[in-house]
């Protein structure tokens, strides 16, 4: 006969397991006042923008940045005054849903992020042609431009796209098992997707808890990051919603979750499967991969870039996944992406 004892204990443990599908309540504290510009979307949703570069009215060249996972519209992306000014580039940086002064998007998918972007540019009148350059987790809504802006008439259309550092989805049916099987990280990437998936609440608990650390081991982490990349986390903020702090927050966790899930998760779309959004133009697309990036490795992105031989591939030899901070590199990305021409800082699969 089953004692009182087992029972109880057996009960304690369903309850926890419910729990750790369970998020937390909303947090009580009021939200910040918005202080950032803001378009309404059709939907009803507002995204924050900021802009940076020489005057809209005055500028020759129109890029929309786009951050990835715990940055923001404040991100830092260090191209030199002077050859913004030589360029007459004016750049439009926005918080991307749930991120900063921008509301979630509680339908998000992959093809919504697309028109976002389209709905910014055409409110803020880029004109009929803008650039696009994706950072790390920026990458998903900027394989989405590409599979669905330019097929769209008479709208902003892109004119080309830099992916830099861009993360991976290890869910695209065309990559090869052979490729990825023995990847480590494909491995971190599904545990986390299932935890992520349906126990929210003990991964809440986990990157909130004070016994032991979680989000901390990410910080300045040899696993993570390269010797260079440590160097620079040393001398900016890293990333400042990662803290246990902020993510006790509802909205800030509910916001990196979504962002994870998405970019990990089911997309309407294999990127390998794109023809060139750009035929008029077999320059109009890039790549630059850290060939010391050890959260998404270069045998991944040469592959990508092999099979799709419209894109320019390019490698910065020592860099990590922080190759966006070091110096050098955003100037070489905006004369590749804007001028077609090739700097030193990095090695190009042209070379």
Known sequence: MVSKTLIVVLIGLLGMVYQATQLPPPNSINDPPVTSPRIRLSDGRYLAYTERGVPKNQSNYRIVIVHGFGSSKDMNFPATQELIEELG???????RAGYGDSDPNPRLSVKRVAFDILEIADQLNLGAKFYLIGVSMGSYPT????????????????????????????????????????????KLVLWSLWISKYAPGLLHWWVTQKWFPSTSVVEKNPVFFSDRDIEILKKTKGFPMLTQDRLQDRGVFNTLRDDFLMGFGDWEFDPMELSNPFPENESSVHIWQGYEDKVVPFQIQRYISGKLGWIKYHEVVDGGHLIVHYNGVCDSVLRALLVSKDCPVHKSSTE
């Open 143 to 186: 394989w989405s431009c590409l599979k669905y802006i330019p097929h769209r008439q008479n709208i902003e259309q892109l004119a080309g796209a830099a992916l830099i550092a861009p993360v991976v989805n290890y869910q695209w049916p065309s990559l090869p098992y052979s490729l990825i099987k023995m990847d480590y990280r494909r």
């Open 89 to 95: 580039i004016y750049f439009l940086l926005y918080d």
